[in-house]
């Protein structure tokens, strides 16, 4: 177990720069996920990290050590890749075993047939059968070790890349996307899985994905990479609460985020389709800002109800409506003078809020909206009249 | 069963013996080109050839006598036939082994080169392209005594000069160099091949796990990795080797003193210099049954490993 140091890590093919002067603290023991679309460069400082590509600025440290002249066997680290990467062949047994057999015998004692002459093997062997089986027991494929690879199912062939990374007690686990090959349902168990594997074994957990579910249910912290960079770092809570940036927000949170044009109106209110919020911002009057507001914070009404509690209404058209079971997705066309389209969660039928030509209100409460300025950066400095700032505690979508 | 009885009993599911009928025909009449080939090509021939090997017939001869078997009772006491088997598994077993390790080698090396690679792809490869017979021609001169560059260059590093062609005991190892060297593309191309279908993450994955040297990733993840490629590789290169006659043909004729003396050259000498038909058509059974244990051993080693 360690803490790994990322000290300004850059790395650039040719003239393309993939990361620009990455710093990352990651604690002993944390669970932190890097999470962008794909292409943000976060495979490739994961990578980076287990040492399989040498970046070209910058210094990694693992347990406060630089590691940079090391290779990737020596940074005591393990990895999961996307496809598993299990050696087919061999078998389930062999595959968990050999970080062991490589580190623990010589050359000699691993040559075909000479290695049978080896006493040293025929010591040491047991030991590593022993370590191996009680990996494979702690992961539930004691039954399996002597198939092979091929004859697993995906989600029996992920547990066997988590032994043999677990196998040699490494100073952090590096995971590449490894949920990404599974079925839905599969995902799902082996997140909560993978979750408590990391309580268990208290290790160093860094976790590559592009899935921001995986991101927000499994880990301490995120850090959310675009083009080669952090955009912002925090707790899961943090990123969903209070985007630093427009493609963040955009990027947390299903079903997307609305973002709506806004301006800032000449009391320094900002001002969405003429409308005034009571939303105070610092930029200068008709400074252009956006708008984010979740799909769960605003609340479906028919056309004539009243907004209660200080909230803003909009009106609009349905436009299409996704029924969920538990909740629906309603796709709303703005009407007149706003304009756009608004999706919004709601956990009642949407036939009930509508009026005949399909009308409907939208009613959201500016505590509840997130603005960005044109450079698409959170405004630090909002104050809403009367509500509470704290935008942290997103507002739940009930029709009235 | 009861779901398919309504649907058997309403006709609708069930084809009717016409349809059936016309179906089967199609079938067959599809089949039939394939199946008449078959015969002329290889069947009749081969049957042919077991008629022919139980005969005494002679080329050109008006008749010929029932011989029973006599012709591969001849087969094992003949010193021509035991010597030229003898020569050709001697040769195999220097062709062997040298063509699939350099190919191999050569591939490995050529995998991890990018610019340079095609060159050199095409470089090992040409022998392939090139006609053997013409080649042997070439390598005759390289290899005479007194005009080949081989010898002068021996000569002028103060070596004697080495009938390479004229000493029995050189004879079979050079034709196999020769053998070698002409079927070291063809091999280099079918391990970079496989080579090439090594998923990268197993690579680093073994280094992760700690393979430190080439020969750890080699011992690790090449080599078994290409097991099924490289019992391709021997198969055919053994089918191949087995088969050696043009260099013999033109560079020895089997000389000297029988010491290049080879299974295919001998067949060509009772069948086409010395017209025993019969006996030739014994002789060529013999080699079609070592062809035949190569490629049987070939399906079932195969078939063992399509594990992964």
């Not at chain 1, 093919?13 to 990455?22: A, D, H, K, P, S």
């Not at chain 1, 992920?158 to 599974?182: C, I, K, T």
């Not at chain 2, 040297?213 to 080797?241: C, E, K, N, Q």
């Amino acid at each position: 177990m360690a803490s790994v140091e990322l000290r300004g890590v850059g790395k650039s093919f040719g003239n393309v720069e993939v990361l620009t002067g990455i710093d990352l603290d990651i604690a002993d023991g944390e669970f932190l996920t890097l999470v962008g679309a794909s292409g943000c460069g976060k495979s490739t400082l994961l990578r980076i990290i287990a040492g399989l590509e040498t970046q070209s600025t910058g210094s990694v440290l693992i347990g406060g050590a630089p590691v940079d002249h090391l290779r990737p066997h020596e940074r005591r680290v393990a990895m999961v890749f996307q496809s598993y990467a299990l050696y087919p062949h061999m078998r389930v047994f062999g595959n968990i075993a050999l970080p062991l057999v490589m580190s623990r015998l010589r050359l000699f004692d691993r040559l075909p047939l000479l290695r049978l002459l080896s006493p040293r093997r025929r010591r040491i062997m047991p030991e590593i059968a022993r370590e191996v089986r009680a990996v494979a027991e702690q992961l539930q494929i004691g039954a399996l070790l002597d198939r092979r690879p091929a004859q697993l199912s995906g989600g029996q062939r992920q547990r066997v890349a988590l032994g043999r990374a677990m196998v040699r007690r490494p100073a952090a686990f590096l995971m590449d996307e490894p949920l990404s090959n599974l079925d839905a349902k599969l995902r799902v168990h082996m997140r909560s899985e993978l979750a408590d594997l990391h309580a268990r074994l208290g290790a160093t957990f860094i976790y590559v994905t592009h899935d921001q579910i995986e991101a927000m249910t499994m880990s301490n912290r995120v850090a959310m990479m675009d083009n080669g960079v952090i955009l912002q770092l925090g707790r899961p809570g943090e990123l969903y609460a209070r985007p630093a940036s427009v493609k963040v927000a955009q990027f947390i949170g299903t079903p997307t985020i609305n973002l709506l044009p806004a301006r800032v109106n000449a009391d320094r209110n900002v001002e969405l389709f003429g409308m005034p919020l009571p939303i105070r911002v610092r930029q200068p009057a008709g400074a252009a800002l956006t708008l984010g507001l979740r799909p769960e914070a605003i609340v479906a009404a028919p056309p004539g109800a009243s907004p209660r509690n200080g909230q803003v209404p909009l009106f609009g058209r349905l436009h299409r409506s996704e029924n969920l079971g538990a909740e629906h997705i309603l796709h709303v066309d703005l009407a007149a003078p706003a304009s756009g389209t608004v999706t919004c969660k709601v956990q009642s039928d949407p036939g009930d809020v509508v009026d005949s030509a399909r009308n409907l209100a939208l009613l959201f409460s500016p505590a509840a909206c997130h603005v960005f300025d044109a450079d698409g950066r959170r405004v630090a400095d909002t104050d809403t009249a009367g509500a509470a700032i704290d935008a942290g505690v997103p507002m739940r979508a009930v029709s009235p | 069963m009861s779901a398919a009885m309504p649907a058997t009993a309403m006709g609708t599911i069930a084809p009717r013996p016409r349809q059936q009928r016309i179906e089967r025909f199609a079938g067959l009449s599809f089949v039939f080109p394939a199946f008449v080939l078959l015969v002329v090509i290889d069947i009749v021939p081969l049957l042919v050839l077991l008629y022919l090997s139980f005969t005494n017939y002679e080329l050109g001869a008006l008749s010929s006598k029932f011989v029973g078997l006599d012709n591969f009772r001849k087969t094992l006491v003949d010193p021509v036939f035991r010597r030229s088997l003898g020569n050709t598994f001697v040769y195999v077993a220097i062709v062997l082994p040298a063509a699939v390790g350099l190919a191999l080698l050569v591939a490995v090396l050529l995998h991890g080169r990018r610019r340079s690679r095609s060159f050199y792809e095409v470089v090992y490869f040409l022998p392939v392209t090139s006609t053997l017979i013409a080649m042997a021609t070439v390598w005759q001169f390289l290899l005479h005594p007194s005009l080949g560059p081989v010898n002068g260059v021996l000569r002028a590093l103060g070596f004697h000069e080495i009938g390479f062609l004229s000493e029995p005991s050189y004879v079979l190892p050079t034709l196999a160099a020769i053998g070698v060297w002409h079927l070291i593309g063809f091999n280099m191309v079918l391990f970079l091949a496989g080579l090439s279908a090594i998923p990268r993450d197993l690579y680093e994955a073994a280094e992760i796990d700690g393979c430190r040297s080439g020969i750890d990733r080699f011992l690790t993840i090449t080599w078994p990795l290409l097991g099924p490629t490289t019992m391709f590789v021997i198969v055919t290169t053994s089918i191949t080797a087995f088969k050696v006659f043009d260099t013999v043909a033109v560079m020895t004729r089997g000389g000297p003193m029988g010491a290049s003396e080879v299974l295919l050259y001998a067949i060509y000498l009772e069948g086409y210099q010395y017209f025993h038909m019969g006996y030739a058509a014994a002789l060529t059974l013999v080699f079609l049954v070592f062809v035949l244990i190569f490629s049987v051993a070939q399906t079932f080693a195969l078939d063992r490993r399509v594990h992964y």
